[in-house]
Structures are given as C-alpha cells and as structure tokens.
C-alpha cells in the first residue's frame, strides 16, 4: 500500500483550485461567445469572472510556490505543480479573451449579418478544444490531449480564410468590421491556449516537451 | 562535464557469507564530476562505495566478482597495492572521526606515514588541504589546538581535509552530513561541488534532496540492483523506472 504523504494534501487542493478555475474558465468563455451571436450585455457578469479567474491565477501560484518551498517536490509531483501553475495561466486567459470579445461588442456595436457564420462556426469548435483540453487534464487523457492540438489546425485556417474574405468583401460599417476581425483573433487565441492546456498536459503525464509554435 | 570514466565497475557482485549484496552492477563513475548513489537503507549503497577502494576487503565473509577499473586498471588484481589504493581513493565516513591529536597532526599524518612531505612542505601541505576543505580560516590561529576542539560541522570538514593531504584522485563519502546541523551541511554541500574541480567525488547519501542539489549524476540502488543512473536532472525531472519514481517521490523507503 502506497503512504500517505505530506505532500499530498496540497497537491489535491491545488488540482481542486485549478478544477474550479476550469469550470469558471469554460463558463465564461461560453457566455462571451454566445453574447455575441445572440445579443445581450453580459459585460459585468464576464468581467467579474475574468477577475475571479485572475484570482485563482495567483492563489494557484502561491500554492504552488508553498509546495516547491515546503517539500521539494521531484518528478511526476514536481511536472504536476508546473502543469497547474502554466494550465492556470492559460485558463486566466480565457477569461480575458473573453472579456475583450463582450467589450468590442459593447463599445463598437451591434454586428449584424456579416462573418455570424464564421464566428459561430470558431466559437463552437473553440468550446470544444477548451472542454476537452480541460478533460485530457482532469483524466490524464494523452489521446485527447493530442486531439487538440489537431483541431487547432481546423480553427487557424477558418480564422485566415475569414481575414481574406474581409479583405474581399468588406462590410459597409467600419465598426462592424473591426468587431468582427478582432473576435475572430481572440477565438483563435483562445483556441491557442486550449493547445498550450494540452501541451502542459502531455508533459505533466509522460515528460513530453511538445513546442508546437514555430 | 568529462565524459571520462575515473571508476567503472564491470559485472560488480558481492556477497557477506550467503546474502548477495550487489548484483552485477555495471557504473561508470566521471572523472571530475560528483556522483550521487542513493536508495533505501540495506541496499547495498555503502558497500559499493566501500568496494571501491576495497575496504570490504577487511570482512571475512565477503566474496567479489567482477571488476572495479580505476583508470582502466583492476582493483582487485592480486598485485593491486592496497595502500597506495586507498591513497588515490580517500574515503569519509558517516560519522566525524579526527584522530585524538592535534588538528595539524590529523592532517599531517597521511603525509607523513606516505613520506611525502616533511618540514615546511608539511606545513603547506596541511594548509593547502585545509583551505581546499573550506576550513583554514577557521583554525589557522589554533593548528596545535586538540582536533575534539571542533565543532562536529568543522570536525567532518577536518576528516575531509585530512583525506585530501595525500592527494587522492577520488574521494568517497559515505552519508558524511547525516551527523551535522543544516549550516555544517550546506558548507559540506558547497565543499563537495567545490572539489570536484580537481577530484572525483562519489557521495552515498539518504536525502535526496542533497544528492539533487550537489551531483552531477545520480545513481539509484533497490536490493543490490542499480536501478537506475543518469543525469541528477533527468532523474529527478523524468525519472525512467517506477521504482526510481515512487523512491524519489517518498512512496516507498
């Protein structure tokens, strides 16, 4: 039978910190998106989510700081503390990606019909790498870890294809044009820091280095 | 770091009476560098380092197969001379063990007994040892002082000073921190890290954290088998056995 150690006590609580960061993560992410294809202010409400997960940010960094400090962590515990203090910062910005998303939307305006197809289309394959980077990490789940990182290549080429069609057939409102490019480029970095999950998730479990940004 | 092996034992197994202590081990320890061996206690880690300078030669029971290289030469060849052996691999043990003398005559002895110095020479000698064992400035004023005068910290670090007076090639230390407070242990880590410019240093040690913080390369021992050896960074980072993983993260042992 394995001994309970001291340590952890502590890496439990920093997986049920940055556990409760993911499900803020998701939430809010999807509000933003789903803001903007079907109307309604939900700036405060996100806002204050961003902030929250800003929050666990910085409290999964202390704890984690106390852990190397307190034990001198090695190996798979000491890969697991770095995975939680990289994935927390990735899942912080998807809270402030999708704050940005609700402001643009507030400050510039209603979009109308232009690029609602794309946006739709990157918001619901964007929710799905965050869900399942978010999964492979809770379940150690290398197969879909990889996935993610597959399906970021589907999300890159919709975001260029967009960029060229606004260049093609620009809509008449400068304000809707400038909306809608910059929604679609924080999609595509949220999709980015979906991989980054993955990635950290892949080194956590077998010490895979996977640099995919060239 | 030097790609050269000082010490490299071939096919290594040892037995007391009918216990078999150290099963087939095959290392290459690197010149130059320090080499940690770790593992739960009865693992057969002392008696490995203790056979590289054949100081289990002093058990009766004991019987060697195998070969231990020290630059590319065996051991245990029968015309193997055993002292100049333990000349060119000093050992320190666990626990401090000064001679009841002086401090100087402590480190003036091993010179002394080898012939190789005398008078001034002796003299510089014993301080050029001294400092090399980070303890000079600490007893330059008292070289006559009894060696039972130290502290247990200074004490180790006289051991270590008198086993570098007759200039070995490696230096073997056995736990040589268990019996020391924390400020005497870092100054025998920093010392250990220190000394491998001009020697081989192999360490036997129970914390890990020491064999993290001082060795370039760490080897880890499970009932007499080398379980696994590499750069101290990879084992601690990505440890490749189970056994090295569960040991290092405190599961086992």
């Known amino acids: 039978m394995e001994k309970t150690r001291l340590l952890d006590k502590g890496l439990v609580d920093l997986s049920n910190l940055l556990n409760k960061m993911a499900q803020l993560a998701e939430r809010t992410v999807s509000a933003s998106i789903q803001a903007y294809i079907e109307g309604g202010d939900v700036t405060l409400q996100v806002r204050q989510w961003s902030d929250t997960l800003l929050n666990y940010y910085n409290r999964v960094s202390e704890k984690a700081l106390e852990l190397i400090a307190r034990y001198q962590p090695v190996a798979t515990d000491l890969r697991m503390i770095r995975a939680c203090m990289e994935i927390s910062y990735?899942?912080?910005?998807?809270?402030?990606?999708?704050?940005?998303?609700?402001?643009?939307?507030?400050?510039?305006?209603?979009?109308?019909?232009?690029?609602?197809?794309?946006?739709?289309?990157?918001?619901?394959?964007?929710?799905?790498?965050?869900?399942?980077?978010?999964?492979?990490?809770?379940?150690?789940?290398?197969?879909?870890?990889?996935?993610?990182?597959?399906?970021?290549?589907?999300?890159?080429?919709?975001?260029?294809?967009?960029?060229?069609?606004?260049?093609?057939?620009?809509?008449?409102?400068?304000?809707?044009?400038?909306?809608?490019?910059?929604?679609?480029?924080?999609?595509?970095?949220?999709?980015?820091?979906?991989?980054?999950?993955?990635?950290?998730?892949?080194?956590?479990?077998?010490?895979?280095?996977?640099?995919?940004?060239? | 770091m030097s790609e050269k092996f000082k010490i490299e034992t071939i096919d290594l197994s040892l037995r007391f009476g009918s216990t078999e202590v150290l099963k087939k081990l095959n290392i290459g320890i690197r010149e130059n560098c320090v080499t940690a061996i770790m593992g739960p206690s009865g693992c057969g880690k002392s008696t490995l380092i203790r056979s590289l300078n054949r100081m289990n030669d002093l058990v009766s029971s004991c019987q060697i197969e195998g070969k231990v290289l020290l630059d590319g030469a065996n051991i245990y060849d029968p015309e193997t001379d055993v002292v100049e052996l333990?000349?060119?691999?000093?050992?320190?043990?666990?626990?401090?063990?000064?001679?009841?003398?002086?401090?100087?005559?402590?480190?003036?002895?091993?010179?002394?007994?080898?012939?190789?110095?005398?008078?001034k020479e002796l003299d510089k000698t014993v301080e050029r040892s001294l400092r090399d064992a980070a303890l000079w400035d600490e007893v330059k004023d008292r070289l006559r002082a009894s060696a039972f005068s130290l502290s247990g910290g200074q004490q180790q670090r006289l051991c270590i000073a008198r086993a570098l007076a007759v200039r070995p090639e490696v230096l073997l230390l056995d736990e040589p921190c268990s019996a020391l407070d924390p400020a005497a242990t870092a100054k025998i880590e920093s010392l250990m890290v220190a000394l491998k410019k001009d020697y081989t240093v192999v360490v036997v040690t129970h914390n890990m954290q020491q064999a993290a913080r001082v060795s370039d390369f760490t080897a880890f021992l499970y009932l007499g088998e080398l379980i696994e050896y590499d750069e101290t960074k990879s084992v601690f980072n990505y440890p490749s056995n189970k056994l090295t993983e569960d040991f290092i993260t405190g599961r086992f042992g």
């Not at chain 1, 402001?103 to 794309?118: D, K, N, P, V």
């Not at chain 1, 870890?145 to 999300?155: L, N, Q, S």
């Not at chain 2, 666990?94 to 010179?111: C, E, L, R, V």
């Open chain 1, 90 to 214: 990735d899942l912080s910005r998807f809270g402030r990606y999708a704050l940005d998303i609700v402001t643009i939307f507030q400050a510039l305006g209603g979009r109308g019909e232009f690029g609602q197809e794309t946006v739709s289309e990157m918001g619901q394959r964007t929710m799905k790498m965050i869900e399942a980077s978010i999964e492979a990490f809770r379940t150690r789940n290398t197969e879909l870890a990889e996935k993610v990182m597959e399906d970021d290549e589907g999300v890159d080429e919709l975001y260029r294809k967009h960029l060229q069609d606004c260049v093609k057939n620009p809509p008449k409102k400068i304000e809707q044009l400038v909306s809608d490019v910059l929604t679609v480029r924080h999609l595509e970095r949220i999709a980015d820091h979906a991989v980054d999950l993955a990635n950290t998730t892949l080194y956590m479990i077998d010490g895979r280095q996977v640099t995919p940004w060239k």
């Open chain 2, 86 to 119: 333990r000349r060119r691999v000093g050992m320190v043990f666990q626990k401090p063990n000064p001679f009841p003398k002086s401090i100087y005559d402590n480190i003036a002895f091993g010179p002394r007994i080898h012939q190789m110095a005398r008078g």
